[in-house]
């Protein structure tokens, strides 16, 4: 059916080595686990970072998504949500990304804090940038989401626009 993503339970407990009940025990409807499984997959893949620094967060970061974006299923994901086809999983996944905003403004305010970025810096749009090249990456066929030298220019722009003025940048 058009618009609705098919979760067969049979297949779930298949493939995780369980009875049928014992899933739907747990989750009564295949919206109830793929709701459980979007925010388990979203809590433990994206945690922000506290390094201690805000080059260290940015790396951290930008390292990280980079690496997702290569992954299958993480492409899927994001063809899903690009394309629009299925509603109730964008809003998913849109929920657990609004619902983990707090913690990472809460990432780029402390840089603010330290004195290491700009205070007219705004946090959802650092974040976007941080984000949004290796997605854009991966939908094109994951072409350079794991160059070491395209990552390090990225972070490089990060730093640049967002630095407090009179503080170095690493040469790392």
């Known amino acids: 059916m058009e618009g609705v993503i098919e979760l067969p339970v049979s297949e779930v407990a298949e493939r995780s080595g369980v009875n049928r009940g ?3 025990r747990w989750w009564p409807t295949s919206t109830d686990l793929l709701t459980d499984a979007v925010a388990f997959h979203w809590d433990y893949r994206m945690e922000p970072p506290n390094t201690g620094s805000w080059e260290g967060d940015v790396r951290w970061v930008m390292t990280e998504v980079s690496d997702l974006a290569g992954e299958s299923v993480e492409r899927a994901i994001m063809v899903a949500v690009a394309t629009g086809q299925y509603p109730a999983f964008n809003e998913l996944i849109m929920d657990a990304w609004r619902g983990s905003l707090p913690q990472w403004f809460a990432m780029v305010e402390r840089a603010v804090t330290r004195g290491e970025v700009r205070p007219d810096v705004d946090p959802y749009g650092v ?3 941080m984000m949004t090249p290796f997605m854009a990456m991966a939908l094109l066929g994951g072409m350079g989401t794991s160059d070491p030298q395209r990552l390090e220019s990225m972070v490089s722009m990060i730093l640049r626009a ?9 040469g790392h």
Request: hydrophobic share 45%; net charge negative; glycine share 6%.
């Open 162 to 170: 967002t630095v407090a003025d009179g503080l170095p940048l690493s």
């Open 22 to 24: 014992t899933i739907y």
């Open 127 to 129: 974040l976007t940038l």
